[in-house]
Each structure stands twice: as structure tokens, then as C-alpha cells.
Nanobody, 125 residues
Framework: QVHLVQSGGGSVQAGGSLRLSCTSS???????LGWFRQAPGKEREWVAG????????HYVDSVKGRFTISQDKAKNIMYLEMSSLKPEDTAMYYC???????????????????WGQGSQVIVSS
């Protein structure tokens, strides 16, 4: 069982920036990791993803050019740098992982093995 612990998030005005972190227990090489978000009354949606130790990322179109996903492989930490935030980015953000060494992005929610506890992001206009 992979354990994921999130930190970061908060409230910011539109145009501002926030960073989310997700620390994981050990994952196999090429395991898919990512961020999902869920706004009130909406379904959980894929935001961005990366695979452990593998170059390459994936983003949903609505965050391309504004969000950056990265990883510190030595520390097993995944980051989501969010800039130029918009009110529509307001949601609970969850990190997710599939503990299988097969890189495939985007990661479907039904294939996620472990979820973080969630981090609230609120963007005011």
C-alpha cells in the first residue's frame, strides 16, 4: 500500500500562485503519479501527471502553460506549481499514484491505487 501525504494549498487572489507537495512511500520505477481536483458539485478530474524516474509530463488543457508538475526522485516528492490561478481552479486537489511500473498518462481515477488526503485551493476574483 502506497502512502501519500500532501501539503500546501490555501487561498489566493486570481493571478496568484500556489504550490502543492505530495510525499510518497517508495514506488516502482515508471509508476504513474498525478494530481486530480474536485470542485463542489463536480466530478473529480485529472489535472497533471508524471511517472517516477521518467521524463515527460501530461496536463489537462485547462492548466497547460500555468501549472507545472515535477518530482524530486531522491525524496519521493511530487510537486504541482500553480501560477496565473483562476477562480475556476478552486477545488480540492488530490495526489494519486498507481503502484505499478508501467507509465501511462493520463491516469484514470478508477486505476488509482492510493490517494492523498486532499488540499484545498481557493482562488478569489
Amino acid at each position: 500500500q502506497v502512502h501519500l501525504v500532501q501539503s500546501g494549498g490555501g487561498s489566493v487572489q486570481a493571478g496568484g500562485s500556489l504550490r502543492l507537495s505530495c510525499t510518497s512511500s517508495e514506488l516502482p520505477y515508471a509508476a504513474p503519479l498525478g494530481w486530480f481536483r474536485q470542485a463542489p458539485g463536480k466530478e473529480r478530474e485529472w489535472v497533471a501527471g508524471i511517472c517516477t524516474g521518467v521524463e515527460g509530463t501530461h496536463y489537462v488543457d485547462s492548466v497547460k502553460g500555468r501549472f507545472t508538475i515535477s518530482q524530486d526522485k531522491a525524496k519521493n516528492i511530487m510537486y504541482l506549481e500553480m501560477s496565473s490561478l483562476k477562480p475556476e481552479d478552486t477545488a480540492m486537489y488530490y495526489c494519486a499514484a498507481r503502484a505499478e511500473g508501467r507509465c501511462s498518462l493520463p491516469l484514470a481515477a478508477r486505476l488509482v491505487h492510493s490517494w492523498g488526503q486532499g488540499s484545498q485551493v481557493i482562488v478569489s476574483s
